[in-house]
C-alpha cells in the first residue's frame, strides 16, 4: 500500500499561486500514475489533474476546471508529484488529495475509485 503525504496547501486571494507537493512511500515510484483530486465542503471529491508513470513519454490529464491554470509534474528522484496552481478562484477552495495507480493510464484516474488516501491538504482561496 502507498503511503501518501500531500502538503503546500494554504490561503491566498484569487489571482495568486500555490504549489501543492505529494510525497509517496514506495520503491517503484516510477511505475505509478499520480492524480491529484479535490473536495470542497459538502462536494464529492473530483478528479483534479492525473501524471502518468515514467516510460518513454509521459501524459498528463486534466478536469475541464481547471485546464490551462494547474500543471502537474513529478519528481522520481524525490518520489514527489507536484500541482502548480495559477490563476487560483474562490471555487478551487478544497481539501487537495493525492493518489497512485501502478501502470495506470492518466486519463483512468479520473474514472476509478480510490480507497486509500493521506491526510489532503487545505486550499482556501478568498475572492
Known amino acids: 500500500q502507498v503511503r501518501l503525504v500531500e502538503s503546500g496547501g494554504g490561503l491566498v486571494q484569487a489571482g495568486e499561486s500555490l504549489r501543492l507537493s505529494c510525497a509517496a512511500s514506495v520503491r517503484t515510484f516510477s511505475t505509478y500514475t499520480m492524480g491529484w483530486f479535490r473536495q470542497a465542503p459538502g462536494k464529492e471529491r473530483e478528479f483534479v489533474a492525473a501524471i502518468s508513470f515514467s516510460w518513454s513519454t509521459t501524459s498528463t490529464y486534466y478536469a475541464d476546471s481547471v485546464k490551462g491554470r494547474f500543471t502537474i509534474s513529478r519528481d522520481n528522484t524525490k518520489n514527489t508529484v507536484y500541482l502548480q496552481m495559477n490563476s487560483l478562484k474562490p471555487e478551487d477552495t478544497a481539501v487537495y488529495y493525492c493518489?497512485?495507480?501502478?501502470?495506470?493510464?492518466?486519463?483512468?484516474?479520473?474514472?476509478?475509485?480510490?480507497?486509500?488516501w493521506g491526510q489532503g491538504t487545505q486550499v482556501t482561496v478568498s475572492s
Open positions: 493518489n497512485a495507480d501502478q501502470w495506470a493510464a492518466a486519463q483512468l484516474m479520473a474514472q476509478r475509485n480510490y480507497n486509500n
